[in-house]
């Protein structure tokens, strides 16, 4: 098969997809706490058969050990760098608290109050 048309049914799926990742984004946003991490991915760099590394954030909302009955999910978002106005992005509408490592990217979206920061106990 042609790469063109392995690429564009990728990008038909991506698409028809999009409605559902929305719904699950809303529904880890929705929660009262969350964690967040990053990893880096290895990304091709198209034209000089090198990769780069890009970022995969993940948001987690998962409170049943404390009772609560809604149900876990996780929000992965890429981005090709860590710069912090990507976790800013991503949490604008979250308020609650993170729980996350001391990347200092964070730090914008501890400002004003609305998101607590929680201490990684693995990073203190």
Avoid at 33 to 53: E, S, Y
Avoid at 99 to 120: I, P
């Amino acid at each position: 098969m042609d790469r063109s048309t392995l690429a564009e049914w990728v990008g038909g799926c991506s698409r028809l997809l999009e409605p559902l990742v929305e719904a699950l984004r809303r529904h880890v946003m929705s929660a009262t706490k969350l964690h967040a991490d990053d990893t880096p991915v290895p990304v091709l760099a198209p034209g000089n058969g090198k990769t780069k590394t890009g970022r995969l954030w993940t948001y987690v909302r998962d409170d049943r050990p404390w009772g609560d009955q809604s149900p876990p999910a996780v929000w992965f978002a890429y981005t090709p760098d860590r710069k912090g106005e990507h976790p800013k992005a991503h949490l604008s509408e979250f308020q609650g608290t993170l729980q996350a490592d001391a990347y200092a990217g964070y730090g914008a979206v501890y400002e004003g109050g609305r998101v607590n920061e929680a201490a990684c106990m693995a990073h203190s």
